[in-house]
């Protein structure tokens, strides 16, 4: 009769029963097949090379755990991560920050009115937004003729998810500035 596995002995010159090998491979077998643990794994042990690209996939990926440390900016890529408020609903894409930019000319009768147009007068390209985007800050004159140009009041009469329409009043007469500010929205 065979040694129970659970009891199974190897010695030096005796021969190895096949019930108790076969039993003992299985244990290997099930240990290897989704029992294995930290234990079982020294430290650095699986390796980039040891996973298979597309391997890991954002359902591995606990919620939280990558963090703005974790990635790395490049000019030509960027980063693909913003930080916004606890209140900020976006969509599946999230959101966007945009430069708004645009030449206008003063007619010297303040009031003026200025549309801009987010496809056409954002510095980086079309943000795309799905719905009306928050502005981060109040428009300013960054660019003049005359050095007295300045915004003293606007104010917002038409605002969608693809223009704002300010009217400004302002300090100097016919005179080109360039007004820029900045929006963040959903994407």
Request: net charge negative; glycine share 12%.
């Given at each position: ?14 021969y ?39 391997a ?37 894409e ?25 496809a ?9 937004f ?5 502005f981060?800050g ?14 003293l ?35």
């Amino acid at each position: 009769m065979g040694v129970p596995v659970s009891t199974a002995v190897y010695t030096a010159g005796e021969y190895a029963i096949g019930s108790a090998v076969e039993a003992d491979i299985d244990a290997i077998i099930t240990e290897m097949n989704g029992s294995i643990d930290a234990d079982n794994l020294a430290a650095g042990a699986v390796g980039t090379s040891a996973i298979a690209n597309d391997a890991v996939d954002a359902n591995k990926i606990k919620d939280g755990v990558v963090a703005e440390t974790h990635m790395e900016y490049t000019s030509a890529g960027g980063v693909k991560m913003w930080r916004c408020g606890p209140n900020f609903i976006g969509s599946g894409e999230g959101g966007r920050v945009a430069r708004v930019s645009k030449s206008v000319e003063w007619d010297g009768t303040s009031p003026d009115t200025v549309t801009f147009t987010y496809a056409t007068d954002c510095i980086d390209g079309d943000p795309g937004f799905t719905a009306v985007p928050s502005f981060l800050g109040a428009p300013l004159v960054v660019s003049v003729h005359a050095a007295t140009s300045q915004i003293l009041t606007h104010r917002v009469t038409v605002s969608t998810n693809l223009l704002v329409t300010f009217e400004f009043t302002y300090t100097s007469g016919t005179d080109t500035v360039t007004i820029q500010f900045g929006v963040a929205g959903p994407v």
